[in-house]
């Protein structure tokens, strides 16, 4: 049987756009299975919203597809929505692939916190266009080259963008999560992030290396949190993912004779 494969994208682009690079590339080699936020599927995020909800939205999407266990890949917003599933459903969990998750779940360190109360800081009273554009802009590096926005008037989908990510932000906030879960994770992980990026990223890698007991790090010349997906599933990234998911099959099997 082919790797199973759920892939939670972040909170601007979605499943589709954001793992397409991603799925031509591993071709035949393993089955990928999109699964969108939650906060996006009506027209406005519910006042309840909570971190909760994707997590169970996860279980309900894998049991629909007939996987008890699998791999699961988180981009950004997905990445937080990833390490949460992690910590809290490991039994299910195969590997975990992250690329720059948007938080660590649980009591932030000083630093994150700084960044992190920064970010909501200059976000506060922008909304549209304005909100979009300095989401993108502190979260990387002084001189990275961003891209243009779309041409023409906001998709449906993308107008739902500012007010899901200010939801997806306050729910990071609510969620209560004990890190030392993680460290309880017998999958391996894999965590990518750019050199172009804001040095949050580092910051997170080096956190998730102490809590992770089989994690690799790799750190992407020239590409940042925004730049088109094809350029962060590169085949090296692919190949990455592809060994990723090779070891956790290996690995669940020699558990499960022991």
Known sequence: MKAQVICI?????????????????????????????????????????????????????????????????????GGFISLAYAGTRPDRLLSLGLFEPAQIP??????????????????????????????????VKPGAQLPPPPPGPASPEMQKRPAGIAALIKAFGAYPFDRELLEEGTFPVFYGYGDLSHPEQALKASILAR??????????????????????????????LLDLWQRGEKLAVQLSHQ
């Open 9 to 77: 994208p972040g909170s601007v682009a979605p499943a589709a756009q954001r793992y397409r690079p991603l799925i031509d590339g591993v071709g035949a080699a393993a089955e990928l299975h999109l699964k969108d936020l939650e906060v996006y599927r009506e027209a406005t995020p519910p006042s309840d919203y909570s971190i909760d909800e994707e997590l169970e939205a996860i279980d309900r999407f894998a049991d629909s597809i007939g996987i008890d266990r699998f791999h699961l890949v988180g981009y950004s917003g």
């Open 106 to 139: 649980g009591k932030l360190t000083d630093a994150e916190h700084a960044f992190f109360t920064g970010l909501q800081r200059r976000l506060e009273g922008l909304s549209g266009d304005q909100f979009m554009a300095t989401f993108i802009r502190e979260q």
């Open 211 to 240: 809590l992770f007991a089989d994690i690799r790090v790799n750190r992407y010349r020239g590409v940042h949190h925004f730049v088109p997906p094809e350029m962060i599933y590169t085949p090296d990234h692919v190949g990455a």
